[in-house]
Nanobody, 117 residues
């Protein structure tokens, strides 16, 4: 079983920044797309940003210009730099990875991001 270990969440004031990291451990797989999702109380899980193995990125309109996704393939790690955070960004953030040539996906356990004054 692949484990995606997330870190970097926490409490931050509006306008502040956080950097989330997600590293795959115990994995022999090569990942295609990797991404970050979030889920706020009472809302469905939504895609925040995704990145392909060659570096192509996609962002939700709500975070464009504020968030940046990146990855280090040598470390099987994906990052999410979050700037200009807003209270509406408050959610549990989950990383996701898809195995090359399969439909298999793996999810992290989630890390809480709280944006509050």
């Amino acid at each position: 079983q692949v484990q995606l270990v997330e870190s970097g969440g926490g409490l931050v004031q509006p306008g502040g920044s956080l950097r989330l990291s997600c590293a795959a451990s115990g994995s022999i797989f090569i990942f295609n797309d990797m991404g970050w999702y979030r889920q706020a109380p009472g809302k469905q899980r939504e895609l925040v940003a995704s990145i392909t193995r060659d570096g192509s990125t996609n962002y939700a309109d709500s975070v464009k210009g504020r968030f940046t996704i990146s990855r280090d393939n040598s470390k099987n790690t994906v990052y999410l730099q979050m700037n200009s955070l807003k209270p509406e960004d408050t959610a549990v953030y989950y990383c996701n990875a898809k195995v090359v040539l399969t439909s298999a996906t793996f999810w992290g356990q989630g890390t809480q991001v709280t944006v509050s004054s």
